[in-house]
């Protein structure tokens, strides 16, 4: 069965960066994309990025763009987000999910488990 | 970019259908087919209900169903249970080749 597992859950200070990783398994890698989502305490869903590994293409939302880099190592069929300049603001659930749409950023049938990012000093 | 709109909160009783509505612009749900909707549990992951407006994927009950009428989408859940108590997100692809989540909607099941 497809599974996205991400890495553990991570303490930084303001002004410093995280990077997560998501291992996907049971799925075809590179008939996929993979978006990255977070989800602040208390507060709804909100796209970041994705990547489409056979195009090696990323798009970014724009108020991400510029601190935020998405990459793959397709050896280990892993996704990888960094969030850089890390402030309060950023403490949230990230979830890696994956598209069957290359074409076009559409929905994510499947999630990872979330991994939890808390920014404080 | 704003959330797509969505009511905060809805109810319900069990057995009656509700509809959650999701509205936008022309530059994302009323532009393009590839609205989507998600039910996430306090804690869990989002799980996709809908794709493309009124597509369900295999093992999704056929209580729930999806539509579009112009910028609006919308999500109606039949035959309510206690178990369909949980948080609801619409998503749209956007003119702007990104996407777009709505707020949010709890569905409360009396």
């Known amino acids: 069965q497809v599974q996205l597992v991400q890495s553990g859950a991570e303490v930084k200070k303001p002004g410093s960066s995280v990077k997560v990783s998501c291992k996907a398994s049971?799925?075809?890698?590179?008939?996929?994309?993979f978006s990255w989502v977070r989800q602040a305490p208390g507060q709804g869903l909100e796209w970041m990025g994705d990547?489409?590994?056979?195009?090696?293409?990323?798009n970014y939302a724009q108020r991400f763009q510029g601190r935020f880099t998405i990459s793959i190592d397709e050896s280990t069929n892993s996704v990888y987000m960094e969030l850089s300049s890390l402030r309060s603001e950023d403490t949230a659930i990230y979830y890696c999910?994956?598209?069957?749409?290359?074409?076009?950023?559409?929905?994510?049938?499947?999630w990872g488990q979330g991994t939890q990012v808390t920014v404080s000093s | 970019q704003s959330a797509l709109t969505q009511p905060a909160s809805v109810s319900g009783s069990p057995g009656q259908s509700i509809t959650i509505s999701c509205t936008g612009t022309s530059n994302d749900v009323g532009g393009y087919k590839y609205v989507s909707w998600y039910q996430q549990y306090p804690g869990k992951a989002p799980k996709l209900l809908i794709s493309?407006?009124?597509n369900r994927p295999s093992g999704i009950s056929r209580r729930f169903s999806g539509s579009k009428s112009g910028n609006t989408a919308s999500l109606t859940i039949s035959g309510l249970q206690t178990e369909d108590e949980a948080h609801y997100y619409c998503?749209?692809?956007?003119?702007?080749?990104?996407?777009?989540f709505g707020g949010g909607t709890k569905l409360t099941v009396l």
């Open positions: 999910a994956r598209s069957p749409m290359i074409v076009v950023v559409s929905h994510f049938d499947h």
């Open positions: 998503s749209s692809h956007t003119a702007s080749d990104t996407l777009l």
């Open positions: 049971g799925v075809r890698f590179r008939s996929s994309a």
């Open positions: 493309d407006v009124t």
């Open positions: 990547i489409i590994p056979v195009l090696r293409t990323e």
